[in-house]
């Protein structure tokens, strides 16, 4: 990746406008996972890219599954 790129993907991720609430929402961030505003508090997920949404539904759709089927 390169320098320029990676600083341009950093910007975004810092603007708040970017951010509603403790959600990351940026449709045009191709990153699936990203730094949350402060990097000491982890990463998140990026609910503008549709994998994110999708992945956490699955998630949520085995843990419910789980309960009715063991």
Same mark, same amino acid.
């Given at each position: 990746?390169?320098? $320029? ?18 959600? %990351?929402? @940026? ?21 503008? @890219?549709? %994998? *994110? ?5 699955? +998630?949520? $759709? +085995?843990?419910? *599954?789980?309960? %009715?089927?063991?």
């Amino acid at each position: 990746m390169k320098k $320029l790129e990676k600083e341009f993907l950093e910007s975004m991720s810092k603007n708040p406008n970017n951010w509603k609430g403790i959600f %990351y929402v @940026n449709g045009n961030d191709p990153r699936l996972i990203v730094p949350k505003l402060n990097p000491l508090f982890g990463w998140t997920l990026n609910f503008g @890219n549709k %994998y *994110a949404i999708i992945g956490l539904l699955l +998630i949520l $759709l +085995i843990i419910v *599954a789980s309960q %009715y089927f063991i």
